[in-house]
């Protein structure tokens, strides 16, 4: 009888794997902002898991010998090979391996997404029922929405400081447990994505509500990437609607805000975000609207390759992220990999990860990558390359199932 029960949790187990560890890598990411918050040594607790994790994922990739993960392992080693290349012809007057071994958790943030769907893939291939794998999957991504959402509303009206997104300040903004702001943008976007597909695909009162929720909370973050994202995807919308009326209220109400814009500036922003009032009145619009990223490109970027990059370092990039980034996302990716690099990371990752077809035939993955294009830390963090990853399950969920 033992046994039998012993053999039963297994299976159960087996079939909740992507979800157990889902929920695992959502949790490191907690644990790194309780221990950023009370400056605590916990967040090593976060790093030692996700070497453990990915250690994991190398052992079943190696035992199971999934054709296509290994298939994306190769492309692993190649851009870890573009990335010592880069490293080698550097000029920089910091020495070579000091480079290397400073910038390896960088290198590692931006193969984390290969990795984890060399797992994934791994993962559902040895399972007999992959439909039981992915639910548990889904059920993790969705209950992770609910508990974070819960605790950015609770945030929000107890004004608890923990789940701000930006601690002991003025500026509004909530994201739970989700340590970075930029990640918690990209997360909500998903989110959001999520559940519009869902809704257009099986359209329910179930699923209009999740996905209005998933605006709302998305406001509580209250970040110019989900701000310019829900413009996009409203547009989108109207125009997908064909309601020509709405479209032209939609449009007269955008120029009569871009015409007080400046006393919208003076009197709801400089009440509700003085930090951002501050930036538009002391260095202008560009410099507020993308938070002092456009002047990295001259003060880092620029002075950084005239000194330590040689024609060899276009072609496979040359950085020191632990010092300095613009984060603009395809401009990093340009600085880390360099040119030839980087148009490989973007071809593997649409051929292999997202797929050409899925990106062309869904219009709210195309409005993520222009936010993305404007942005950065996107590729390169681990937290949103997870949720992300559900999200490209789900959107292949048809094509695994049947694999």
Same mark, same amino acid.
């Given at each position: ?45 976060? !790093?030692?898991? *996700? ?11 190696? *035992? ?8 994306? @392992? ?6 870890? !090979?573009?990335? &010592? ?17 400073? $910038?390896?958790?960088? #290198? ?7 990795? &984890? ?20 999957? /889904? ?8 508990? $974070?959402?819960? &605790? ?42 999520? =559940? ?15 996905? @209005? ?29 064909? *309601?020509?009326?709405?479209? !032209? ?22 009440? +509700? ?39 060899? $370092? ?6 020191? =992220?632990?010092? +300095? ?11 880390? =990999? ?11 990752? &649409? %051929? ?7 990106? @062309?035939? +869904? ?15 996107? /590729? ?8 992300? #990853?559900?999200?490209?399950? /789900? @959107?292949? %969920? *048809? ?5």
């Amino acid at each position: 009888m033992q046994k039998n029960h012993i053999k039963t949790f297994k299976i159960n187990i087996s079939k909740s794997i992507l979800g157990f560890l889902f929920i695992i890598l959502y949790l490191t990411d907690a644990i790194s902002k309780i221990g950023d918050f009370y400056q605590s040594n916990i967040s090593y607790t976060a !790093i030692i898991i *996700k070497i453990v994790l990915q250690i994991v994922l190398f052992l079943k990739i190696n *035992k199971e010998r999934n054709f296509e993960a290994i298939r994306i @392992l190769k492309i692993v080693s190649f851009l870890s !090979i573009v990335f &010592l290349l880069g490293q080698f012809f550097s000029n920089s007057e910091v020495p070579f391996l000091n480079r290397v071994f400073s $910038n390896l958790k960088i #290198l590692n943030w931006y193969l984390s997404i290969f990795i &984890l769907y060399a797992g994934a893939i791994t993962f559902l291939s040895a399972n007999s029922n992959r439909k039981d794998e992915i639910k548990s999957l /889904f059920l993790a991504f969705e209950w992770i929405f609910y508990f $974070n959402s819960l &605790l950015m509303l609770i945030g929000f009206f107890f004004d608890i400081e923990i789940f701000k997104a930006y601690y002991y300040s003025n500026r509004f903004g909530f994201n739970g447990l989700i340590r970075n702001a930029t990640h918690a943008s990209y997360i909500c976007i998903i989110y959001i994505i999520y =559940f519009y597909i869902s809704y257009k695909d099986k359209p329910s009162k179930t699923s209009g509500i999740l996905l @209005l929720i998933s605006v709302f909370v998305s406001l509580l973050l209250g970040t110019k990437a989900v701000l310019l994202f829900l413009f996009l995807l409203s547009i989108y919308w109207l125009i997908s609607l064909r *309601k020509y009326l709405l479209i !032209i209220t939609f449009s007269s109400l955008l120029v009569i805000f871009i015409l007080f814009f400046d006393k919208f500036m003076n009197g709801f922003i400089k009440e +509700h975000s003085y930090v951002l009032y501050d930036v538009y009145k002391k260095d202008g619009i560009i410099t507020m609207l993308f938070s002092y990223r456009n002047e990295s490109i001259l003060k880092e970027f620029y002075p950084y390759i005239t000194q330590n990059w040689t024609t060899f $370092n276009y072609i496979f990039g040359g950085a020191e =992220f632990n010092l +300095h980034r613009t984060e603009f996302e395809f401009l990093d990716l340009f600085w880390f =990999f360099g040119i030839a690099g980087m148009m490989f990371y973007l071809y593997a990752f &649409l %051929k292999h990860i997202l797929n050409f077809k899925i990106f @062309l035939t +869904h219009i709210p993955i195309i409005l993520l990558f222009i936010i993305i294009f404007l942005a950065g830390s996107f /590729f390169s963090s681990i937290t949103t390359m997870t949720f992300f #990853l559900a999200l490209i399950v /789900f @959107l292949k %969920k *048809k094509s695994i199932i049947s694999a």
